[in-house]
């Protein structure tokens, strides 16, 4: 299988798509590690590194999006957290800026917890006017740039520093608000975002081998979430696992149950960060830690249909 970060493919996709002039990306010092850096050597005359001055990153982009330009702004999903008050107001005025994030939730291991960003989604989503987008591959972080020139109005998109496995087509069709379904059973559904639907595929293929059927639904889209997938998923199968590389706070998990709440109210289960900071270590070593891996989404996964 191959094996690419979401980070590469963001900055494959800026060269993609530098040709159209309406295109300015700028970076807060972090160029090669987001991919700009790419994009940079290309188009140097619409290439902007404001330095580590988030706040300012913000203000540049939204400057440039009143006078008509099509912004992508990038730095570490950690540090964006710094400009919220600049990016809420910038989306007060519904601008064309696209916030690119990289190094999200536990993927920048080594540096520990004051890098690794397991809050953002929930921070990003309460702003009104932002879409908040996270691919679960490079060829769904490609779609979604690509789908994001023509979309106007705020993004928040949140990539990974890691390589991970490749798992939709080169035809795939990204739409914005609209889940996927991988892999259909009647068992159970699993509702993952980003990374985390990788693994929910293994973990259902585990599942298949008990005789257990599950639903995979891949949300790329946090915020507008796709509501009718979700119930009708909840409807089919009666039981709801969410799986995020984030906080169960405010995330996926916490999105998915306020929308059965209202609903259809059922049994559910969340599988994150819970309640804690990173912390130093090995990527796939933390993953293990706070059970986001496929063994333990099929572990809990039975949990949940023992639960009657």
């Not at 590690?33 to 913000?58: D, M």
């Not at 536990?106 to 917890?113: I, K």
Request: hydrophobic share 40%.
């Amino acid at each position: 299988m191959e094996l690419k970060s979401t980070r590469d493919a963001y900055g494959d996709t800026l060269l993609k798509i530098g040709s159209n002039d309406q295109i300015v990306v700028l970076d807060a010092d972090l160029s090669v590690s987001t991919q700009t850096n790419k994009f940079a050597k290309k188009y140097p005359e619409r290439f902007i590194n404001v330095g580590c001055a988030e706040q300012n990153l913000i203000g540049v982009a939204a400057g440039l999006a009143i006078s008509g330009k099509t912004v992508f702004a990038s730095t570490y999903a950690i540090f964006s957290n710094r400009a919220w008050e600049q990016i809420r107001s910038m989306a007060y005025d519904n601008l064309n800026v696209k916030i690119v994030v990289s190094h999200s939730g536990l993927t920048n291991g080594p540096d520990g917890a004051s890098h690794q960003s397991l809050e953002d989604i929930t921070i990003m989503r309460v702003i009104p006017n932002m879409a908040v987008i996270v691919p679960s591959d490079a060829i769904e972080t490609e779609k979604a740039i690509i789908s994001e020139v023509d979309r106007k109005g705020p993004a928040y998109i949140r990539l990974n520093r890691s390589k991970t496995p490749v798992i939709n087509n080169e035809d795939y069709e990204f739409k914005i608000g609209k889940a996927v379904k991988l892999i259909d059973g009647d068992d159970l559904t699993i509702i993952a975002t980003g990374t985390m639907v990788c693994e929910s595929l293994e973990a259902s293929k585990i599942l298949k081998s008990d005789g257990i059927y599950a639903s995979v639904l891949n949300i790329h889209t946090i915020k507008p979430i796709d509501r009718d997938a979700i119930v009708r998923a909840a409807k089919n199968t009666n039981r709801i696992l969410t799986v995020e590389e984030h906080s169960i706070f405010g995330g996926l998990g916490g999105t998915v149950a306020e929308i059965l709440g209202e609903e259809y109210p059922i049994i559910m289960k969340m599988i994150g960060i819970r309640d804690t900071f990173g912390e130093s270590g090995e990527y796939r070593e933390l993953l293990k830690k706070h059970g986001l891996v496929a063994e333990n989404i099929a572990k809990s996964a039975r949990e949940l249909l023992e639960n009657k």
